[in-house]
């Protein structure tokens, strides 16, 4: 256990071994042979985030950000990005590690090993996960979308599994006037001239596909400097809107090693992710190679942010799972009027609500995970509306449940919470971006009515895999009360969508609640279903946590909860937060009736 100054934090724990929660989560989720391979990564990851990379993350964001070096000492333009040594060591280990190679060549592992690796590394580094995101991202869309030489060339450095070089990647479309109306975009793909043809080629290096020069800017660029990047831009005469864009491969460095024909204007001066360097580009020239063609070069790119979108959820429940550990911990040590914060009923309950979410936001994210490894092995369409819809959901709901936990640790820690010495006020900082990139919230929304029927009948892949945990729910005398809950909830969710199907002009208003509401059944479902798995184990912790999850959402009580019995919330408090099995738990009922 970490102590600082005779206060238990975080920080010296092996991030992966003391979460039991997300080893349940992970070895229901992986077969069983997959899972035992995954070990060594998950702990190793989990060494690193709870250690060297939070004491780099805290370094760099206070004392050594990145900085762009634009000029020499002769005044010769450099326009390179400078990191400090410590995170070019964490960017190494990373790498070294398998974070992305883990899911490529001989023993891949499904995707969902990868973003449990991303959970652990954002407990402690949100801002190095991104251009981890990005190269996982970009090595995603290449095995899947780029030709047999693209492939060879590019992925065993993007997906690597030892120490040694290796490349990392980028994917840039926003564009001053658009992120998410990404149609909008002006950045020009002119072909290279057939006299410059041979040049150009010998410039790029082996390669046979048709190659561009790229004019134009991009707005937002992480990892600026990346090796490699995926970007979108149209080629002449090509149509408006996101039909018109085609996917082209840019690299930083050409074959001689010159820099590439693209300026970084500068780096943004973010509020949170302040080890990633995002900047501004000045594409002028640059020679970039085809990917997709248009129509479906915007389509291909679209992939690559389906798969950082599960990421920014697994992220989003690491932040959750770093905020909630901190809060937990302080509240054990630190005393006021006479009693550990954590002997106090409020107290109790601000930790036990963000320990619910937590559990609700580790279980959306990581069924998105399981969602793309069965659509992968299996692309039907039931499973691919599935996956679909759970990357949307969770993408949108995993987000908003960090920010607000975020916040709850400050007020947990109180004024110390507040200061950026504790980590709590970095990752408010951090949390803040989830909601934005990868497509903020309302996209989210728009893309939740998009997988519904008749195009995708995403929702009734989620009538199913309700009904499925009902089901197992009603068996259990003590969870039969959440089934109903659950099935008249849905029987709610079903009446809304009948409304919208009835009123296709009106269902993007409606869009965001209908995102809320059916994240807040998918949530309370696979909190229920881990609870039920929990009961017969003969442990209560998992019905605990969905009870208090349907009281957040689902099944208010009655007068605001005033007056509701809590007698039982502080005899179970420490076995609950502990992690240690619970039984014998007398909740009071639920009341289906009541509530909402
Ligand atoms: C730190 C950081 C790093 C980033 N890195 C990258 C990167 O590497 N590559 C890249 O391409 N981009 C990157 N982005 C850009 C990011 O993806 C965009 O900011 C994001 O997609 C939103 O686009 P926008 O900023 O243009 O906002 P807008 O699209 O202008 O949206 C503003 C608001 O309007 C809402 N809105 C938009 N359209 C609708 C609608 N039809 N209905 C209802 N509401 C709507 C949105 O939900 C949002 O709340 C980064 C952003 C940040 C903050």
Known sequence: MG???????GRGLNFFLVDTALQDTLRRSLPAEEYRRALPLLERMGELSGGAIDRQAEYTDRLARPVLETYDRQGNVVNEVRYNPLYEESVREVYGLGTIGCNYGQGALPYTVHFGLLYLLSESDPGLACPVTLTASTAYVLARHGSEQQRARYLPLLAVRTDGPFADGATFVTEKQGGSDAGLATTEARPVP?????????????????????????????????DLALVTARPPGA??????????????????????????????DKLGTTGLATGELELDGAL???????????????????FSRIANAAASAGIH?????????????????????????????TIVTMLAELRASTALAF????????????????????????????????GELAVRNASRAIEVLGGNGYVEEYVTARMYREAQVLPVWEGPANIQALEVLRTLRPNWRSDLAMARRLEAVAVAAEADPRSREMADLLRRRWGDAEAALGWLAAHPDA??????????????????????????????????????????????????????????????????????????????????????????
């Open 367 to 398: 069924e998105a995970a399981r969602a793309l490894d069965d659509a992968h092995r299996t692309p039907e369409p039931a499973l691919v509306a599935w996956h679909r819809l759970t990357t949307a959901l969770a993408k949108y709901r995993t």
């Open 321 to 349: 799972r770093r905020v909630y550990l901190e809060a937990k911990l302080y509240a054990e040590g630190r005393r006021a009027f006479g009693l550990p914060l954590a002997r106090h009923s409020m107290v109790q309950q």
């Open 194 to 226: 057939p006299e410059e043809l041979e040049a150009a080629r010998v410039a790029f290096g082996p390669g046979d596909g048709e190659l561009v020069r790229l004019f134009g800017e991009k707005w937002f660029a992480s990892n600026a400097d990346a």
């Open 239 to 268: 149509p408006e809107g996101t039909r018109g864009l085609g996917l082209y491969l840019m690299p930083r460095r050409l074959a001689d090693g010159t820099t590439n024909a693209y300026r970084i204007r500068r780096l943004k």
């Open 507 to 596: 269902a993007s208003q409606h869009a965001r609640r209908l995102a809320d509401l059916l994240s807040e059944i998918l949530e309370f479902a696979l909190v229920l279903e881990e609870a039920v798995v929990g009961l017969a184990a003969g442990d209560e912790r998992g019905l605990v946590l969905a009870f208090w999850l349907a009281r957040l959402s689902l099944a208010p009580a009655p007068r605001h909860g005033i007056g509701e019995d809590l007698s039982w919330l502080a005899p179970v408090y420490d076995r609950l937060t502990a992690e240690q099995p619970l039984d014998g738990v007398r909740l009071p009922g639920i009341g289906v009736e009541v509530g909402v």
């Open 3 to 9: 102590v600082h100054d005779g206060q238990a934090e």
């Open 288 to 306: 970039a190679e085809l990917v997709t063609p248009p129509p479906d070069g915007f389509k291909h790119m679209l992939e690559a942010l389906e």
